[in-house]
């Protein structure tokens, strides 16, 4: 059975920093694609990062440079770490895998 659990999700000034973590259970993070998705309030959920399943990384355009996904075998987890953070970098993150499998969420809120 797949799981997905989010944690390190809180309240941040703008310019600050954080590191979200999804634990993984019952997939094989060196084949599977994962991804970061966050979704605003009132607005869609939207890609932010993600591992393909060869390896190579993709973000969007708004947190290139700042933000960085990556990944830990040993502890099958998946990290997003957030730096120079954004009031428009608010809102519940969530962590994927293979386009179907979600975790619960972190909420993260950025204050100007």
């Known amino acids: 059975q797949v799981r997905l659990e989010e944690s390190g999700g809180g309240l941040v000034q703008a310019g600050g920093s954080l590191r979200l973590s999804c634990a993984t259970s019952?997939?094989?993070?060196?084949?599977?694609?994962m991804g970061w998705y966050r979704q605003a309030p009132g607005k869609q959920r939207d890609l932010v990062a993600t591992?393909?399943?060869?390896?190579?990384?993709n973000y969007a355009d708004s947190v290139k440079g700042r933000f960085t996904i990556s990944r830990d075998f040993a502890k099958n987890t998946v990290y997003l770490q957030m730096n120079s953070l954004k009031p428009e970098d608010t809102g519940v993150y969530y962590c994927?895998?293979?386009?179907?499998?979600w975790g619960q969420g972190t909420q993260v809120t950025v204050s100007s």
């Open positions: 994927n895998s293979g386009a179907i499998w």
């Open positions: 591992y393909t399943r060869d390896g190579n990384t």
């Open positions: 019952g997939i094989n993070l060196s084949r599977a694609a």
